[in-house]
Nanobody, 115 residues
Framework: QVQLVESGGGAVQPGGSLRVSCAAS????????MGWYRQRPGKQREFVAT???????NYADSVKGRFTISRDNAKNTVYLQMNSLKAEDTGVYYC?????????WGQGTQVTVSS
């Protein structure tokens, strides 16, 4: 059974930076792609960024140029570097890892951007 453990969330002032991480353990051979999603207060969960098994990345328009997704296959870990954070980036950030037949989610980590 694959488990995803997230870390690195917290509180930061507008304009600041945070990096969140998500490490997988268990039957990770089935995982191909990785990504981050978020749920902002009062809104549905939404796509933030993904990185494919061959390293192709994709970003939501709202975070392009500010967030960077990366992965370390040796550590079975995906990262999200968040710069120039805005108040509207506040929310719970979830990692997701998936393959052809499987789909796994992390428990979520809170990111709060406030002065």
């Amino acid at each position: 059974q694959v488990q995803l453990v997230e870390s690195g969330g917290g509180a930061v002032q507008p304009g600041g930076s945070l990096r969140v991480s998500c490490a997988a353990s268990g039957g990770i051979f089935s995982i191909r792609d990785m990504g981050w999603y978020r749920q902002r207060p009062g809104k549905q969960r939404e796509f933030v960024a993904t990185v494919s098994g061959v390293g192709s990345t994709n970003y939501a328009d709202s975070v392009k140029g500010r967030f960077t997704i990366s992965r370390d296959n040796a550590k079975n870990t995906v990262y999200l570097q968040m710069n120039s954070l805005k108040a509207e980036d506040t929310g719970v950030y979830y990692c997701k890892m998936w393959g052809a037949l499987v789909d796994y989610w992390g428990q979520g980590t809170q990111v709060t951007v406030s002065s």
